[in-house]
């Protein structure tokens, strides 16, 4: 058995252990990752990049499909376009590979050290790694723990076969023409309305009264509009119940009746859960959160000397959350003064259309008391989004009526996951309604409808 030691060890190299490490390389922090499976986690190799590469795919060719139906506005007509989902998810796994390779390369640039493996604690100190050359002792004055987190199993549907996690569907090799997603979430739709486009005929069973219950109402009814256009059919307020017994269909108890939808396949998301077993927690003593490990305010947990980030801490289970704790992280174990103080973690949903949200909703900033100013601005009235065809949705802008501060931004509308950037740096700034109404905003973007819903709650609109 070897033994080696480093000052900082992280375990997992997700987003949020792989960017720790390269900034504590970077900060000159002897470092070493173990990982095992590949770099990058569940973002790189089967959540955010490959789910993004599908969803591209999708709409690529649910447009030319559309144009070979013959109804193109833009007058571009084709014959009958086809799908080989075999080299689509090549192409995806491609993408993925040179990500891969990419961030095996920052870490060595960084003067990481990487080992293959799965980690297992001993004590708070030290951690066993199982390599393919044996058994690695590892003693460090510093352990962060970046294990992520795993898809929920419903006990009545566990996974295997044609129940399948977002893992099996982002690797499909054929379309299923039957599709039942169960989770009315960002994992259903956004794959949901992929598989829709790729041809799939699909349901999505949820159980709370209304999809993507974690944005307000307003901004996913332009998402329920559109998945109704692509033929999805969503069942909210229902539950599913398992397979039927020829297991061709998911049973779903629909308020109070019971009916079974016929499933090729049944993609089950409905929410993942911390990564918190198999590798010892029993053996340090953490505080949990529910089932999360319960860290402050500089992601340190209840046993000194060892920091948790990402998904396995809890909500927002998003990468950029993880990626932010993993460089405060990195910058506190190099001795700098660090703790969270950003003001929001934007959330974008991948959907059709776009769901982006940061900062209080106004049911949000209602509750802190503070009178508000509102202003919302159509797409429908925006130059670029007619030239893209995608006028459906809006941009929000909700300030206090006092001081014009900007609280919260949200936006729906095709391609507005690239707006994020300047909603999150608004709030992070600390903007005014006047400082975005007086930002000029190049014409012809839908940037512009940023602008123009400060305008508007200044009741200063231009065009609207
Ligand atoms: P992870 O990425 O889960 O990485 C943890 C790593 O630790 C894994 O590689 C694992 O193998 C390793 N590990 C665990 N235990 C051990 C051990 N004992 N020893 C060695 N290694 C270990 N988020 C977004 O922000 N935007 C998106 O668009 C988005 N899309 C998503 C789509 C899908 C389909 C899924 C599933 C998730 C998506 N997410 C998205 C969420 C995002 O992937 C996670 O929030 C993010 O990956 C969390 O990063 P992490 O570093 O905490 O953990
Ligand atoms: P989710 O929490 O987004 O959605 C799960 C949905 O399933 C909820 O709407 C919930 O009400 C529903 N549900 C729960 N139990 C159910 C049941 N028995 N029957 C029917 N519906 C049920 O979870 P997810 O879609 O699995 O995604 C997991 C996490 O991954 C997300 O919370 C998010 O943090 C992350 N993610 C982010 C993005 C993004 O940022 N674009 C994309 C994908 C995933």
């Not at 390389?25 to 089967?46: H, S």
């Not at 794959?191 to 790729?198: R, S």
């Not at 349901?203 to 329920?224: Q, S």
């Not at 130059?383 to 014009?404: I, K, P, S, W, Y």
């Amino acid at each position: 058995m070897k033994e080696i030691s480093c000052k900082l060890l992280v375990i997992g190299a997700g987003p949020g252990g792989y960017v720790c490490a390269i900034r504590a390389g970077q900060l000159g922090v002897d470092t070493m990752i173990v990982e095992a499976k590949k770099p990058g986690g569940t973002c790189l190799n089967v959540g955010c990049i490959p789910s993004k590469a599908l969803i591209h795919a999708a709409d690529e060719f649910f447009k030319v499909h559309e144009m070979a139906a013959g109804s193109d506005p833009l007058g571009i007509s084709l014959a009958s376009p086809a799908i080989d989902m075999g080299k689509t998810v090549a192409w995806k796994d491609r993408i993925v590979g040179r990500l891969n390779t990419g961030v095996a390369g920052l870490l060595k640039k960084a003067k990481v050290k990487s080992i293959e493996g799965w980690a297992r604690f001993c004590d708070g100190k030290t951690v066993e790694v199982e390599t393919e050359t044996g058994r690695q002792v590892i003693r460090a004055e510093t352990i962060v723990i970046a294990t992520g987190s795993t898809p929920v199993e419903l006990p009545f549907l566990p996974f295997g076969g044609k129940i399948i996690s977002s893992t099996e569907a982002l690797s499909l090799n054929a379309v299923p023409s039957t599709l039942a997603v169960v989770g009315g979430g960002y994992i259903g739709l956004e794959l949901g309305t992929a598989f829709a486009k790729l041809g799939s005929r699909v349901m999505v069973v949820e159980a709370l009264p209304r999809i993507l219950p974690l944005y307000d109402a307003e901004l996913t009814k332009p998402v329920a509009k559109r998945l109704s256009e692509l033929g999805v059919t969503v069942l909210t307020g229902a539950k599913a119940k398992g397979l039927s017994q020829s297991g061709e269909a998911l049973v779903v108890e629909d308020n109070g009746k019971t009916q079974e939808i016929p499933a090729d396949r049944v993609l089950v998301t409905v929410g993942r859960k911390p990564a918190t077993e198999g590798w010892g927690i029993e053996e340090i003593d953490l505080d949990r959160s529910g089932p999360f490990i319960r860290v402050d305010e500089r992601c340190h947990t209840s046993m000194r000397g060892v920091y948790a980030i990402g998904d396995v801490t809890g909500e927002p289970m998003l990468a950029h959350r993880a990626i932010a704790q993993g460089e405060m992280v990195a910058e506190i174990v190099a001795g700098h003064r660090r703790g969270w103080d950003k003001r929001a973690i934007p959330a974008v949903c991948f959907t059709d259309p776009e769901v982006v949200a940061v900062g209080m909703s106004p049911e949000e900033a209602r509750q802190t008391g503070a009178e508000l100013k509102i202003g919302q601005f159509p797409f429908s009235a925006n130059g670029r989004a007619m030239t893209l065809q995608g006028e459906a949705g809006f941009v929000r802008v909700v300030a206090r009526a006092d001081n014009h501060l900007v609280l919260g931004i949200q936006a729906v509308g095709s391609g507005v996951s690239e707006l994020s950037a300047a909603f999150s740096l608004a709030i992070e700034m600390g903007a005014r309604l006047e400082d975005i109404a007086g930002t000029i905003h190049a014409h012809p973007t839908q940037s512009e409808g940023f602008q123009e819903a400060a305008l508007k709650a200044l009741g200063q609109a231009l065009h609207a």
